[in-house]
């Protein structure tokens, strides 16, 4: 009974750790998953499981960035390092070879570390997003979820996903976004669209609280909800200041590493409102198909 018991420990620890699937976000060039004589090609969004398997970038243009668990990475072609079997990518790093670590290289090693730290705000967790709801004594009432933001960053919100499709044409929509504490308005205009953009997040406090309302001014609904900023270390912020450099200056050519990079990191970190402006500042900038395809994606 006892080596049975130990063998449910061994491969409680062992199994876990190879039942981790590997999610490509992005691939560029052509890439290629090989387990035994099985070749697939590697295509956007797609996850692989295989422990067997070897991600082979077949020249210098192939390039993939993947998740795994809450991590990112990004696999380069090189003449020594082409072939990137699975089973190592999803070990722990100390286990790999160590190579020179570059930019991106950096900016992964601290983006994957833990989060608990950056989740606090003046020792305070900040609130788990809370999803969509109507309120119990008011149905013309829809709460959306807490937007969470990087200050300084400008922002998008859209909400046509809380209005009924059709209802959304002919509407016009007031938009207020005050302080919380002192009912300072930071926003208020009358739109046709179900979205919009705030470029100025500069805040001088502690944290960025702010409350929004959303009145449909030709029915008596309306959507309320609050944008907090997240607390983010000051070496990390400095890492995302320069991938979005870096992803602004790219923005003007065909590439769309940095662009895609920086947007998935936005993302990753729950700065969904961030994310969605810059994605489309990119697009707008250069109409990029591979930021296109990305950006149907997440709307479909």
Not at 11 to 18: D, K, L, Q, R, V
Not at 61 to 79: A, M, P, T, Y
Not at 82 to 100: F, G, S, T, V
Not at 114 to 120: E, G, N
Request: glycine share 4%; with cysteine; charged share 25%.
């Amino acid at each position: 009974m006892r080596v049975v018991i130990y063998f449910i420990l061994i491969f409680g620890f062992i199994i876990p750790s190879f039942g981790q699937e590997v999610i490509v976000k992005q691939v560029w060039g052509n890439v290629e998953f090989l387990v035994g004589e099985k070749r697939t090609v590697v295509k956007n969004f797609s996850p692989f499981s295989e422990k067997s398997g070897v991600f082979i970038l077949k020249n210098k243009n192939s390039q993939l960035l993947i998740r795994i668990g809450d991590k990112l990475d990004v696999l380069d072609f090189s003449e020594e390092k082409y072939k990137y079997p699975l089973k190592e990518l999803i070990a722990p790093k100390q286990d790999l070879e160590k190579k020179e670590e570059g930019f991106l290289d950096k900016f992964f090693s601290l983006f994957s570390a833990s989060h608990d730290d950056d989740a606090k705000i003046n020792g305070m967790l900040v609130a788990d997003k809370s999803g969509i709801s109507r309120s119990f004594n008011d149905t013309n009432i829809i709460f959306i979820e807490t937007i969470n933001i990087m200050d300084g960053y400008p922002l998008k919100i859209d909400f046509s996903s809380s209005i009924d499709s059709d209802k959304i044409g002919n509407n016009e929509f007031n938009i207020l976004v005050k302080n919380k504490y002192s009912d300072r308005i930071i926003f208020n205009q009358t739109i046709t669209e179900t979205y919009f953009t705030i470029n100025d997040t500069a805040n001088n406090s502690l944290s960025l609280n702010w409350d929004i309302e959303i009145n449909n001014i030709n029915s008596s609904k309306k959507i309320k909800g609050t944008v907090e900023s997240l607390y983010v270390k000051s070496e990390k912020r400095k890492l995302f200041n320069q991938l979005k450099d870096k992803a602004i200056a790219e923005s003007k050519t065909d590439e769309s590493t940095y662009q895609i990079v920086f947007i998935e990191s936005l993302r990753s970190s729950g700065l969904l409102a961030n994310a969605c402006y810059y994605l489309d500042l990119f697009i707008e900038t250069n109409n990029n198909p591979k930021l296109i395809s990305y950006k149907d994606h997440y709307t479909k």
